[in-house]
């Protein structure tokens, strides 16, 4: 089963439960045509995601930094790294992803295995992602096992759990043989991601109110000019594009999955002018939010 309606809580956390308790994985065939404007909106998770471009292309953004990736990329995302991904181009970006459990890869978390090779990489906070490219000779033999992964998790044979981590763990090995630095963490927290998440946690609980920046400043014990430097440097945005961006998302959801009228959408999602509302929905999504609804 596929999600293009990322939920989270107000800290930004998916609330996805991936895969089994007893198999803690789950993998993913995804068009970005299915979400809501293109694009997986900014949301962590404490697994690890693993994913490859299959067409088009998209740029993948964490606090602090990005890249894009185009067709044959894969790329890292670290457990806990607050992320977004974006189709570049008109052509529909098709992506296989693997969302998993970092035991899945290290067993225990008393295991030498989890111990000296995932726990250090997923408490990483310089490693908030790294991109696979087929140029390179080794990092094309990772993507290999990534594909091998996506193959056997499709036979859904006796023994398909087998090949699966049996692939993610040769493309472990091959991650941390080649790129060592990546288990020598400093093992501190970012102050960055963290004030961040204590921003997008303020506006996913009071995006419905007035909302100031004054109000998400104080929220996360930081200045203005603190808080606009954070938003402008992190998630490319300001503060109050980032805000009515997440209005019209938390609108589009509503207009799918309810049959509110679309005066009280607007209402529900902070705008007090229906008209502002629709106009400012069109901008974002190329329809009316009737339009909208009803395709």
Excluded at 221 to 237: D, Q
Aim: with cysteine; proline share 4%.
């Amino acid at each position: 089963m596929q999600i293009y309606n990322i939920q989270t809580n107000a800290e930004g956390r998916e609330l996805t439960h991936h895969g089994f308790d007893d198999f803690p994985c789950a993998f993913y065939d995804e068009k970005f045509s299915e979400f809501i404007g293109g694009e997986v909106p900014w949301h962590w998770h404490d697994e690890i995601e693993l994913v490859q471009v299959v067409t088009g292309s998209t740029l993948l953004e964490c606090v602090g930094g990005s890249t894009p990736l185009t067709v044959g990329d894969a790329v890292f995302v670290n457990a806990g790294t607050l992320h977004k991904m974006t189709q570049i181009g008109e052509q529909d970006c098709r992506i296989l992803n693997f969302v998993l459990a970092p035991q899945l890869i290290g067993g225990a978390k008393n295991s030498r295995v989890y111990k000296h090779y995932v726990y250090p990489v997923i408490t990483n906070s310089e490693l908030p992602y790294y991109k696979f490219s087929a140029n390179s000779p080794w990092q094309s033999r990772a993507i290999k096992e990534l594909e091998r992964a996506f193959a056997a998790s499709q036979q859904k044979n006796a023994t398909y759990e087998l090949a699966v981590s049996l692939h993610l763990m040769r493309f472990w090995q091959l991650f941390c043989e080649n790129q060592p630095g990546i288990l020598a963490s400093s093992q501190v927290s970012s102050v960055q991601q963290g004030r961040i998440q204590a921003l997008l946690g303020f506006i996913h609980q009071h995006y419905r109110d007035s909302l100031s920046t004054a109000a998400m400043s104080k929220a996360a014990n930081i200045s203005e000019s603190e808080c606009y430097r954070l938003f402008s440097s992190a998630l490319k945005s300001s503060p109050n594009q980032y805000l009515l961006h997440y209005r019209l998302q938390q609108a589009a959801n509503q207009l799918i999955e309810s049959s509110r009228p679309i005066t009280e959408v607007a209402h529900n999602v902070g705008f007090n002018c229906p008209a502002y509302f629709a106009k400012r929905f069109k901008q974002a999504y190329g329809k009316t939010p009737k339009q909208f609804r009803r395709e």
